[in-house]
């Protein structure tokens, strides 16, 4: 099944007996994750380290610190977009695949938004009128040309998003306050997302949906700023 084709499928007299139910339903997890990294780090910026009075109190002893998380991007797959004559199979499953016309479309990244929907084909789908159901949606690289009870050929979870890679970085500092060893200032502020870099979720996946093959969100958010000051006494 992770080759991206199915050669399973039930018409209407067929029986469990000849093909499993679920069989087409194997496949990579939602969340399969093949390969992914956590880093975490704190440096203690050498800077000033030998000044003395406020030069010291103020400019020495900063420390930066942070969380990098390099990982690889989740499954997924089309969906013909409904369960219904002409857009589905009516058999009760309302996420059903939809049969994959051009092999060569396999392996593929859709991560760009620009792009995405002229690598699907998206402008190019239309409704046809035959088939096993009466009409279906055809695509350049797919269609929902599916017998009732049937299913169309194209693996589960095929696809996969793009990776991601966050860096989210903190600097700080503990400032001594007068009146005992106890008290302090400490100071931090956080950056979510540090280089702002926008990583883009998946297509939108549904075949019978106006919006088809494009990217309408990103799997992370943009840059976050957020600042603290805490008292010790």
Same mark, same amino acid.
């Given at each position: 099944?992770?080759?991206?084709?199915?050669?399973?499928?039930? *018409?209407?007299?067929?029986?469990?007996?000849?093909?499993?139910?679920?069989?087409?339903?194997?496949?990579?997890?939602?969340?399969?994750?093949?390969? @992914?990294?956590?880093?975490?780090? /704190?440096?203690?910026?050498?800077?000033?380290?030998? @000044?003395?009075?406020?030069?010291?109190?103020?400019?020495?002893?900063? &420390?930066?610190?942070?969380?990098?998380?390099?990982? #690889?991007?989740?499954?997924?797959?089309?969906?013909?977009? %409904?369960? $219904?004559?002409?857009?589905?199979?009516?058999?009760?499953?309302?996420?059903?695949?939809?049969?994959?016309?051009?092999? %060569?479309?396999?392996?593929? %990244?859709?991560?760009?938004?620009? /792009?995405? *929907?002229?690598?699907? $084909?998206?402008?190019?789908? /239309?409704?046809?009128?035959?088939?096993?159901?009466?009409?279906?949606?055809?695509?350049?690289?797919?269609? =929902?040309?599916?017998?009732?009870?049937?299913?169309?050929?194209?693996?589960?979870?095929?696809?996969?998003?793009?990776? =991601?890679?966050?860096?989210?970085?903190?600097?700080?500092? /503990?400032?001594?306050?007068?009146?005992?060893?106890?008290?302090?200032? @400490?100071?931090?502020?956080?950056?979510?997302?540090?280089?702002?870099? @926008? &990583?883009?979720?998946? *297509?939108?996946? &549904?075949? %019978?949906?106006?919006?088809? $093959?494009?990217?309408?969100?990103?799997?992370?958010?943009?840059? &976050?700023?957020?600042? #603290?000051?805490?008292?010790?006494?």
């Amino acid at each position: 099944h992770v080759t991206g084709v199915q050669t399973c499928a039930l *018409p209407i007299s067929s029986t469990c007996e000849l093909c499993d139910y679920n069989a087409d339903k194997k496949g990579w997890s939602l969340f399969d994750t093949t390969h @992914a990294l956590a880093v975490s780090y /704190t440096y203690t910026l050498p800077f000033l380290s030998g @000044a003395h009075g406020a030069a010291k109190t103020l400019l020495s002893g900063w &420390q930066i610190s942070g969380l990098t998380s390099l990982q #690889s991007g989740t499954p997924y797959h089309m969906h013909t977009g %409904s369960d $219904g004559p002409g857009l589905g199979n009516v058999d009760g499953w309302g996420q059903d695949r939809p049969n994959v016309k051009d092999p %060569s479309i396999l392996g593929k %990244s859709f991560d760009n938004p620009d /792009t995405s *929907p002229i690598l699907l $084909g998206a402008a190019s789908c /239309t409704r046809k009128t035959g088939g096993f159901s009466g009409t279906y949606i055809d695509c350049p690289a797919f269609d =929902t040309n599916i017998p009732l009870g049937g299913r169309g050929n194209i693996g589960m979870n095929v696809f996969r998003k793009d990776g =991601t890679h966050n860096w989210n970085i903190a600097f700080g500092k /503990t400032f001594p306050v007068p009146g005992g060893r106890e008290r302090s200032l @400490a100071f931090r502020g956080e950056f979510i997302n540090f280089f702002n870099h @926008a &990583q883009f979720d998946k *297509p939108n996946v &549904q075949m %019978s949906g106006n919006i088809f $093959g494009q990217i309408t969100n990103t799997a992370n958010k943009g840059r &976050q700023l957020q600042f #603290s000051l805490r008292l010790n006494f």
